[in-house]
Structures are given as C-alpha cells and as structure tokens.
C-alpha cells in the first residue's frame, strides 16, 4: 500500500519495482547494521535465497 492523493482513504494498491526499492533498502540496512561483516554479495544472495514468491492481487485481495 501506498499513500495517494484523492482516494477517499488517502491510500492506494501498487506494485513494482519503485514499491519494492525502499522495502528492500530497509531490509538491507538492517541486515547489515546486524552483521557488518555481511558484504553486498551476501545482503543480497540471503535476501534471494530467503525470499518467499507471491501472487500479485490487484483490486480487493488481502
């Protein structure tokens, strides 16, 4: 979810490469604030290995 300007609750249903950026951001920052000896290699083949596929819902799906 994102905010949005003008849809009555102020949110909105995206998706995307320029949703998933600060997400991934976010969880990279943490990983390596948890291990600094984790290099970006490893930030990102545990992020790929640990990554859980799901169906894109457009409209209603929870």
Do not use: W
Request: proline share 5%.
């Amino acid at each position: 979810m994102s905010v949005a300007f003008n849809t009555g609750d102020q949110y909105t249903d995206m998706s995307g490469t320029s949703m998933a950026t600060p997400g991934a951001a976010g969880v990279s920052a943490l990983m390596y604030q948890a291990n600094p000896d984790l290099s970006p290699f490893d930030i990102r083949n545990i992020m790929q290995e640990t990554a859980t596929y799901r169906l894109c819902c457009v409209h209603g799906c929870k």
